[in-house]
């Protein structure tokens, strides 16, 4: 009983008394009755909003499965329906009242809406034909300017003279489809959705992709449905029936109607159609579809304004529309009521000059009354348009003159300047008497730009404009409207602003002082790079040179250039011979041995040729000794003879040809004895040839040089101041021969120098010895003391074997007796037991042997 | 009457030894009391004072044509607004004989702009108080409407006590004692709760009103002052 008492109040009634207790409270909430309401209702209403599209799938029936127990139907029919809706809408603010206000003077571009549907598509004659033709609807405008892609334009109409709007037809198929399919009824599916594959239901499933495009050109858009093959909703004889929108079109598909207020409007066509639309344009937000498609009387004889200039007189226009019989003067007249005088009165004056023009001068216009008036043809009494207004709020002011600009300043950069905009009142409106108050809007734009930039109002006639830019032409103009009105009068003449850029000094300095800056900055930045990344960059730039990696040296001592101790250090390490050898000792050697030729240069050229040879040879023979010394001890026993050999080779070779080793100008044989000095390791085959060679290279040379005193290579007759030492000299190169032979280590160069010996004989050869102990001994004084030790034994092991001993006996001991001394071995004992008292021997006797090895003299002090 | 001749004079001798003080300092306006007569307010020049009044009044009208459009953008719907360009029709303040004309309004003399003026505020300060609290009703009135409401009531008061001075320093005269003309006028305001839309119709005609008359308050000051200014193109009368 309750309920069905509750089935008859208006839901507005059941939320007050669902206020008063609880229970009611619980009692109101029903579903059911919600849903009664909600399906009762909602064919009624007039609009439906995009964020009132109701959720509920609409089963049609009154009786509730347990699903939908759950739903709430009041929440529901709350938020959609339109009285209620009012408290969901934003409320809006104090700056979107300025905004929409300003909005209001921009010229809004045409809404346009889309029209699609069933009800577009299943009729025989087109409903835009339809529309087209019924001019007492909407009048048509025209073909618009903006083209949708896709779907052209569409067709501009008009609404109370005022608003334009636009209507694009979405079909989904061409012309001819659209008749097979409606002669054969089959239901086309709109491809502007996607729908479910393999069902025949018609409920789209979301939009096609495409077409999200052209939602986002169009404003709003209309759904037509088809209320001929829908009866159960038809109800044409309420005025406004809405078909319930697909659910899944909503504005979901749409972004702009997510921000905009989206008015949803529903009306119908005599035409038994049903429109849905949901509108979301600017223009026509609020228009209801009910105005849209009341008949509009603007059709026919209207007026088409009233205004005033100045607020003392105003005037008002009419037309005859499409009624072309009353366009003679006097066939439509105007009358106008004031509230103070109630009686219609006819307009107090035509104007001659301008046709369907009512001028009401001073005395007859009053501001803050009312003016109501009335189109009308007097003969037919029939009233085609009326309209009221108060005088005040049809002010529309002249335009302000006089305007004019001053340079205000420019910026130091040259590049902005700002002026200031004169103007004066029109001269129309009394602004002095206080009769009208005016404000004025400033706008400029750059020259040929669309969009006016617009300033705040103003009230005084001057305004400033800040920051334009020097290079640019600006258009300025300014209007003005009664302050606190609405309408703006004509926009006063442009006037154009433009300051040439100065080219001064403020504009150049900037620039090159910046780059200045920038330099220097940029150096700055370098160096701090360089100091605080110092080490990677010299790594980087300078890369370090392999340290000599001598092991068991240190490096300090090379970085110091104390030779002595490099050079003792070397000597004991003796496996970097080579080096030393090639290097440093060479040339120290040859310094230290210049003071010889010095005191050898007595008699003769010849003789300080010899002198020369001599220094040479004892380089060589110091070499020699050296390295023995260093053979001996660190490579194998076979290999030091090579060496020594090669170490002799240029010796001799130098004293034929007097230099040498410094220049190697002579052919053949220096070269050789380079490569053998430098390869240690080199082939016996090749040391062969070289000895041949050698040895007649020196036996010629002998000849070439000295021949006029000895006349015989090996004749004593050489030695021509110094027989002895030449002696000891070719004694020397014996036991280099037998030397060399036994390095070779063949047979053929054994017997060869078996051959060569003949007149030198063996006890040449044991002369040699001492010549060999000097120089060792020489050598171990001037260079390495440490090393003396080592040196002398050797020395005098191969004294003894070398009279006795054929050539090779003769190696092979001194090879042992090298070896045992430098390596600490002990083979034979016998000789190590003698090494140590020959030198001593030997040492006391030779006093002044280190420096006057090479003197005859001192050689014949040695040999006795 | 020796005694009280004595009394005027030391007075009178009192007040200029004291002239140079009232220059300098700046006296509250406050010309009410009774024995301060007029010259307690000649420490704010007539002009000056003019001045103010006139602000106020632009000030009034500027946020009366806010709210109005407020009030319009909240609750009126879109057909109705034309409502406005009819400006109000039912005003209470209509039956006053308030010239329309710029010609009329030249012919009036100061005295009747004046009191016009101050007849228009004293009208309005009821209805003001009125469309506060019916807005109050409103669950969704936005707070700046309410706001501007409220202030164009606090400054009715004092353009009010404004115009009163003013009309006692030009005119030399006391106010009229008009209030009985406004009591039929003020019987619509009752406290009946009308309909929804009855009520914003109502209170949006309030404000159209209101609005139309805070035009003519602020354009009658302004021809006073123009008047004053001794220009010949105000003096046409």
Known sequence: ?864 | MCVCVSSVLQVWLCCVSLWPCWLSHAVPLDCKDETGSLAHCTSISQEKLLDRVIQHAELIYRVSEESCTLFEEMFVPYPLHTLRNQGGNMCHTKPFPIPGSKSEIQQISDKWLLHSVLMLVQSWMEPLMYLQTTLNRYDDAPDALLNKTKWVSDKLLSLEQGVVVLIRKMLDEGILTSSSIFEHALNPYDEQSPEMLESVLRDYNLLICFKKDAHKMETFLKLLKCRQSNKLSCLSY
């Open chain 1, 1 to 864: 009983m309750q309920f069905l008492i509750m089935t008859f109040l208006s839901p507005q009634d059941l939320c007050r008394l669902g206020g008063t207790s609880t229970y009611w409270r619980s009692m109101v909430r029903d579903p059911v009755l919600w849903k009664y309401f909600l399906f009762r209702d909602m064919p009624l209403w007039r609009s439906v909003d995009h964020l009132s599209v109701p959720q509920v799938k609409l089963t049609g029936s009154a009786v509730l499965d347990d699903s939908e127990m759950q739903f709430d139907y009041m929440a529901e029919y709350l938020r959609v329906c339109p009285a209620c809706r009012n408290q969901w809408r934003h409320q809006p603010r104090a700056f979107e009242s300025v905004t929409s206000f300003f909005q209001s003077f921009v010229p809004v571009s045409e809404p346009q809406f889309a029209m699609f549907g069933p009800g577009l598509e299943q009729l025989e004659v087109s409903l835009m034909n339809t529309i087209m033709y019924s001019p007492h609807i909407l009048p048509i405008a025209g073909i618009p300017q903006r083209q949708i892609d896709g779907i052209g334009s569409g067709i501009s109409f008009k609404y109370k003279d005022q608003h334009r709007f636009n209507i694009a037809t979405l079909y989904s198929t061409n012309r001819t489809e659209r008749e097979r399919a409606r002669l054969e009824h089959l239901n086309l599916r709109s491809k502007l959705f996607v729908y479910e594959e393999d069902s025949e239901s018609n409920i789209p499933l979301s939009i096609n992709p495409m077409f999200n495009q052209v939602c986002q050109a169009v404003n709003g858009f209309i759904f037509v449905a088809n209320a001929e093959t829908e009866r159960e909703r038809q109800q044409t004889d309420v005025g406004y029936i809405a078909r319930p929108l697909p659910i899944s079109f909503s504005s979901a598909y749409c972004p702009t109607l997510g921000w905009e207020m989206a008015e949803a409007m529903a009306y119908s066509l005599s035409l038994s159609l049903l429109y849905l639309g949901l509108l979301c344009g600017n223009g026509l937000v609020s228009a209801r579809g009910s105005e849209l498609f009341t008949p509009d009387p603007s059709r026919g004889p209207h007026f088409t304004g009233c205004r005033s200039r100045e607020q003392e007189t105003f005037r008002c226009w009419w037309s005859t529309g499409t009624f072309q019989n009353l366009t003679e003067p006097g066939a439509l007249r105007v009358f106008y009521q004031t509230k103070n005088a109630l009686e219609w009165q006819e307009c107090p004056d035509y104007t001659r000059t301008v046709e369907n023009e009512c001028y009401f001068n001073k005395t007859f216009t009053h501001i803050w009354t009312s003016y109501c008036i009335q189109l009308r043809s007097v003969p037919q009494n029939i009233t085609y348009d009326d309209t009221c207004f108060t005088v005040e709020n049809i002010v529309h002011p002249d335009p302000p003159i006089g305007l004019n600009w001053t340079l205000l300043n420019v910026s130091r950069s040259g590049l902005h300047f700002d002026v200031l905009v004169r103007w004066a009142p029109p001269p129309s409106a009394d602004v002095q008497m206080g009769w009208m108050s005016l404000v004025y809007q400033v706008q400029y734009r750059v020259k040929n730009a669309s969009h006016w930039e617009m300033l705040d109002l103003e009230s005084g006639t001057q305004q400033s404009l800040y920051g334009l830019h020097t290079d640019k032409e600006y258009e300025v103009r300014v209007r003005c409207k009664m302050l606190a009105f609405d309408n703006f009068g004509e926009f006063s003449d442009s006037i154009f602003v433009h300051v040439a850029q100065i080219p001064s000094k403020e504009s150049t300095f900037p620039t090159t002082l910046v780059l200045i800056f920038g330099v220097i900055g940029v150096v700055i930045l370098l160096v701090l790079l360089i100091f605080s990344q110092q080490q990677r960059l010299m790594v980087i730039f300078l890369p370090p040179i392999p340290a000599p990696k001598i092991k068991g040296i240190d490096p300090e001592l090379l970085k110091n250039g104390k030779l002595d101790q490099l050079n003792s250090l070397l000597s004991s390490q003796d496996m970097y011979k080579p080096d030393f050898y090639h290097e440093d000792p060479w040339v120290e050697f040859i310094q230290l041995d210049l003071d010889d030729p010095a005191e050898k240069n007595e008699s003769s050229d010849t003789q300080h040729l010899l002198g020369l040879s001599r220094s040479g040879s004892s380089h060589v023979l110091n070499f020699k000794s050296d390295d023995d010394s260093g053979r001996a001890s660190c490579y194998d026993p076979e290999l030091p003879n090579p060496e020594d050999l090669a170490s002799l080779l240029p010796a001799h070779s130098g004293r034929g040809e007097n230099h040498p080793l410094v220049s190697s100008s002579s052919p053949s044989i220096p070269d050789l004895g380079i490569q053998q000095t430098s390869e240690v390791e080199e082939t016996p085959i090749q040391t062969q040839p070289a000895v041949h060679s050698w040895v007649n290279m020196d036996f010629y040379a002998q000849v070439s040089d000295f021949t006029p005193a000895g006349g015989v290579v090996l004749s004593p007759g050489q030695l021509n101041s110094s027989p002895e030492k030449k002696k000891e000299e070719e004694n020397e190169k014996k036991i280099q021969l037998q030397l060399l032979s036994d390095g070779a280590y063949t047979s053929e160069n054994t017997a060869r120098q078996l051959d060569v010996p003949p007149s030198p004989g063996p006890e040449q050869g044991y002369h040699a010895f001492p010549t060999q102990a000097v120089e060792g001994n020489l050598w171990n004084g001037e260079y390495l003391v440490s090393a003396g030790d080592s040196q002398t034994p050797y020395l005098l092991p191969e004294a003894p074997p070398a009279p006795t001993l054929p050539p090779v006996s003769d190696y092979t001991v001194v090879q042992e007796v090298d070896a045992q001394h430098s390596l600490l071995l002990n083979p034979p004992s016998s000789q190590p037991a003698l090494c140590p008292h020959t030198p001593n021997k030997h040492l006391p006797a030779m006093p002044t042997m280190p420096m006057g090895y090479l003197t005859p003299d001192l050689l014949g002090n040695l040999n006795p």
